[in-house]
């Protein structure tokens, strides 16, 4: 058997390099050096964060007080997604992150439905799903513990502020024993063999580690910009890859849900254009709701076709993953990437 991992260096902040950092603390205890560095001068990606229940699985995972996260992240629960217009303008369809239906007793629900509805004896699909009923009537709690209770069978997910949440890590990191540096990577140097040795700071400060992760986003500092492992192209799958947030009115009580409605806009480019409705609350302690607008950059925007100009913060992706960098392709790596 090989040596264990005694130190792990993840590169870059944000929500995707806490979570590592905090994952890993967690996992190794005592026995592994959990080091982060990140540079202040280098700005992250993201606004308000809609998640999905798995992210209670994972606060839960390493640790994280929910009360206190909640507090710290401005967070409020959500317990689907609404799409509206996604098939015609009037249409609207609800996904909740609970089950529907009651059980596999008598077989998989959604054949006992359909052979129900075949008989005009089945309600509509939502009147069997008690978390869609829980979102519209606006009821979401703290998780029951108690996994024979009514609420246990209502995940929940979040909506916080991606800034918040990534600064409440760093302070559960550290009072961990994780260290952060503070600092911009120059070099990446690699050994004979191709694995990553070591990286070097301003200021002529190196960095080791018996495991690296790249946490760098769309950059890939080390995975790409050393190792070379390649690109993998999603773009023609989903094109949607601008968006601008921004605050807006108030139009009622906040929902305990996500709403993504579809813009057809007159217009083939807008056909495909989303608007996610997420409740981001600014860096204080008080709630406003925003909206962000997505559209595919090989189109034209529809407020720029109307004379008019998207105002908020503006947001630009791609969809693809890294290549495996132990195929014949591209080099060895002892590293793993992460986008943020």
Avoid at 115 to 120: F, I, T
Avoid at 230 to 244: K, T
Avoid at 283 to 301: D, H, I, M, N, Q
Avoid at 313 to 340: F, K, V
């Amino acid at each position: 058997m090989g040596e264990p991992i005694r130190s792990i260096l993840v590169v870059g902040g944000g929500t995707a390099g806490w979570m590592a950092a905090a994952a890993l603390k967690t996992a190794t205890g005592p026995h592994c050096q959990v080091r982060l560095v990140e540079s202040e001068d280098i700005g992250i990606v993201g606004v308000g964060e809609a998640t999905v229940p798995t992210i209670r699985d994972f606060n839960r995972m390493i640790g994280l007080d929910e009360v206190a996260f909640m507090r710290e992240t401005k967070a409020s629960l959500k317990l689907g997604i609404q799409f509206v217009g996604w098939g015609d303008e009037s249409s609207s369809y609800f996904h909740p992150f609970g089950a529907y239906g009651a059980g596999r007793e008598l077989g998989d629900f959604h054949q006992v439905w359909l052979s129900l509805r075949a008989r005009g004896m089945a309600s509509d699909l939502d009147a069997y799903s008690l978390c869609t009923r829980a979102a519209f009537a606006g009821r979401v709690g703290a998780l029951d513990p108690e996994p024979r209770s009514p609420e246990a069978l209502i995940p929940a997910a979040f909506h916080f502020d991606a800034g918040l949440y990534a600064q409440h890590l760093l302070r559960f990191c550290e009072a961990r024993g994780v260290e952060r540096i503070e600092g911009r990577i120059l070099e990446v140097a690699q050994r004979a063999d191709g694995f990553v040795d070591h990286v070097r700071l301003e200021g002529e400060k190196t960095l080791s580690a018996d495991l690296f992760i790249d946490c760098t986003g769309f950059r890939g500092l080390l995975v790409e910009g050393a190792l070379k492992a390649g690109y993998e192209d999603w773009s023609h799958w989903l094109p949607m890859d601008r968006a601008v947030a921004a605050p807006c009115a108030k139009a009622g009580p906040i929902t305990p849900y996500t709403r993504a409605t579809a813009d057809a806009g007159g217009s083939t480019a807008m056909s495909t254009a989303r608007a996610s409705s997420i409740r981001r609350p600014p860096r204080r302690a008080c709630w406003r709701p925003s909206t962000a607008s997505c559209w595919p950059s090989r189109v034209t925007c529809a407020s720029s076709r109307a004379g008019g100009k998207p105002t908020g913060t503006g947001m630009s992706w791609r969809w693809g993953c890294r290549r495996d960098s132990s195929s014949p392709s591209s080099q060895p790596a002892s590293i793993w990437s992460t986008s943020g």
